[in-house]
């Protein structure tokens, strides 16, 4: 059974600041999503990596995937107000469905 | 374009009465389609998906059940509900290039 875990749950930081958010997975899989969720919202799609070594930016969140590591990134530089959110990783399981991680709840102070 | 529609939005129901909720996808055909709840505060979780009409797979046990009456069309529903039915529902659409979400419907058991 597939296995999605990030780390870490929570995480407050303050604006200007640099961090990284991980995402482990238990099998093997190539196709690997972002999410971010705002408060009472649905999801909205981030980032498709679909293949072992793809990055994938966009403003200031940069995704990677290593597939032999089982390993997902999402880099957040410079943080600004507006990336406070809930992020999630998934993981497609082969069959199309996809397993998520338990979230990320980044807060971004002034 | 394709999109995907639920409704209703939000919905508080007392215990022991009945639930419809639905989902509709436009501009594909013979989508996959899929169920996920999220409790307060928590990841995603996978409870049926359906690749056509009238095939539906259960992921947990529960006292819920779902539908697949028409091609774009998937509904949760159950006959009485409880206390931990609460929570916030996704119908989401997948491809290979991820998900694709509804607005959601936060659901209030009482």
């Known amino acids: 059974e597939l296995k999605v875990e990030q780390n870490p749950l929570f995480l407050s930081m303050q604006e200007g600041k640099n961090y990284t958010i991980y995402c482990n997975y238990s099998t093997t899989s190539d196709r690997l999503y972002w999410y971010r969720q705002d408060p009472g919202k649905s999801l909205e799609s981030l980032f498709v990596l679909l293949s072992n070594g793809a990055v994938k930016q966009e403003g200031r969140l940069m995704a990677s995937l290593d597939t032999k590591a089982r390993l997902s990134t999402l880099h957040i530089t410079a943080a600004v107000h507006d990336l406070s959110a809930t992020y999630f990783c998934a993981v497609d399981t082969g069959a199309q469905k996809l397993v998520f991680g338990q979230g990320t709840r980044l807060t971004i102070n002034p | 374009s394709q999109t995907i529609h639920q409704w209703p939005a939000t919905l508080v129901q007392p215990v022991g009465s009945p639930l419809s909720l639905e989902c509709t996808v436009e501009?594909?055909?013979?989508?996959?389609l899929y169920w996920y709840r999220q409790a307060a505060g928590r990841g995603l979780q996978l409870l049926f998906y359906?690749?056509?009409?009238?095939?539906i797979s259960s992921e947990v046990p529960q006292n819920l059940s779902a539908s697949r009456p028409q091609d774009r069309q998937f509904i949760l529903s159950s006959k009485k509900l409880l206390l931990s039915d609460s929570g916030f529902y996704l119908c989401a659409w997948i491809v290979g290039v991820g998900a694709f979400f509804g607005q959601g419907t936060r659901l209030t058991v009482v």
């Open positions: 501009g594909t055909s013979n989508p996959n």
């Open positions: 359906s690749v056509g009409i009238g095939q």
